[in-house]
């Protein structure tokens, strides 16, 4: 599947846009994963927004964080894929461009990830090291990973 790849600031994005990555992480953190968190957390203005397009809709969404906005550090937050897509390699190429568009954004420097536990080993393939214990974010495990 040939995925189109937009990318954004908030201020470029148009409501079309908006509404799609809206939906896409609400079908999937919060009903999916069956997690009621605050989504909506005064970041998505400061973000640049990752949004991939398949069959003509938003399949895939990242968000692409500042340095000092949630760490220290610049980082890679809502990854998500639609249920419908995964296992056909879209979330590496997701996250490969995610990469890619942190460093053309915020220039060549770590990046760090709060990573569902279950995704370490996915995220490890992109040289993301632990750089903490498991916690518990909104009833789900997740760790800390970074990459130099």
């Known amino acids: 599947m040939q995925i189109q790849w937009i990318i954004k600031e908030f201020k470029e994005l148009e409501l079309e846009e908006?509404?799609?990555l809206l939906q896409l992480r609400e079908r999937v953190f919060e009903i999916e994963q069956n997690?009621?968190?605050p989504d909506l957390d005064d970041k998505d203005q400061t973000a640049v927004h990752i949004m991939g397009y398949g069959d003509d809709k938003m399949i895939a969404y990242s968000r692409l964080l500042p340095q000092g906005i949630s760490y220290e550090d610049m980082s890679i937050g809502r990854v998500v894929t639609h249920i419908s897509y995964r296992r056909f390699g879209i979330g590496k190429e997701l996250m490969t461009v995610s990469?890619?568009?942190c460093y053309k954004y915020f220039g060549k420097a770590p990046i760090r990830i709060s990573a569902q536990l279950y995704l370490k080993a996915f995220?490890?393939?992109f040289d993301f090291v632990?750089?903490?214990?498991?916690?518990m974010e909104d009833n789900i495990?997740?760790?800390e990973m970074l990459k130099d």
Request: hydrophobic fraction near 35%.
């Open 18 to 20: 908006l509404y799609g």
């Open 35 to 37: 997690c009621v968190y």
């Open 99 to 101: 990469i890619e568009a």
């Open 123 to 125: 995220y490890k393939g």
């Open 130 to 135: 632990a750089v903490s214990e498991p916690y």
């Open 141 to 143: 495990p997740h760790i």
